[in-house]
């Protein structure tokens, strides 16, 4: 089945710091997503991004979609404690219709 | 505006009771979503329905779960008989559409003991 390779597993950062993390796949996908899970709630919406080589801000994140449309990668400029927890890449495959497929996730913790 | 509502949020019963799920999609949200979370195996899509349809199951795990989406603004989740590796947080998500992004409830933590 489709898989979506994420990484880092987990980073520990400094508040201030920029924060990176990127999912790939071998598979072409249509629309991705990115989302952060707090402790004890859903996954909230973060970005979304439906076109090869866009890139989106929303506040202090910015991602992109990949050129090839396998990849895309999250950034997090200046980090603060309330970035703290996990970040789920997420894909709409060509041929899958209406099915995401996730990333394992990225936990970030920020030291302050 | 009100997101996806999940209840109960919490929900711990003993092996071999009925348990039911509940979810009440974002109102003009056509596409429903149920997925489980758990460590091991992370978030895993176990069924979903556009226009109150069930389209796609084949994630549900077994005959014991069962989903049903009696009209635009009500779901449920249905595990009978309930075992302890059913034991996971169960979310519900929903879209507006096919392929747009999906919206996820709080979720219900069910612990089968």
């Known amino acids: 089945g489709q898989q979506l390779n994420q990484s880092p597993q987990s980073m520990f950062i400094q508040e201030g710091e920029d924060v990176s993390m990127n999912c790939t796949s071998s598979?072409?996908?249509?629309?991705w997503l990115w989302y952060k899970q707090d402790p004890g709630e859903g996954p909230v919406l973060l970005i979304a991004l439906y076109k090869a080589g866009e890139l989106t801000s929303n506040g202090r994140l910015t991602a992109q979609f990949g050129i090839t449309r396998k990849d895309s990668f999250l950034n997090i400029s200046a980090s603060i404690p309330s970035d703290v927890g996990i970040y789920f890449c997420?894909?709409?495959?060509?041929?899958?219709?209406?099915?995401?497929?996730f990333g394992a996730g990225t936990i970030l913790r920020v030291k302050s | 505006d009100a997101g996806v509502i999940q209840s109960p949020r919490h929900e711990v019963t003993e092996m071999g009771q009925e348990v039911t799920l509940r979810c009440k999609p974002i109102?003009?949200?056509?596409?429903l979503f149920w997925y489980r979370q758990t460590m091991m195996r992370g978030l895993e899509l176990l069924i979903y329905?556009?226009?109150?349809?069930?389209?796609?199951d084949s994630g549900m795990p077994e005959d014991r779960f069962s989903a049903k989406m009696p009209n635009a603004s009500f779901s449920t989740l249905k595990i009978q008989p309930s075992e302890p590796r059913d034991s996971a947080v169960y979310f519900c998500a929903s879209s507006f559409g096919v392929g747009q992004p999906q919206h996820f409830g709080d979720g219900t933590r069910l612990s089968i003991l």
């Open positions: 109102s003009g949200h056509n596409s």
């Open positions: 997420a894909g709409l495959p060509m041929e899958y219709g209406n099915k995401l497929v």
């Open positions: 598979s072409i996908f249509n629309t």
């Open positions: 329905f556009n226009n109150n349809v069930p389209i796609d």
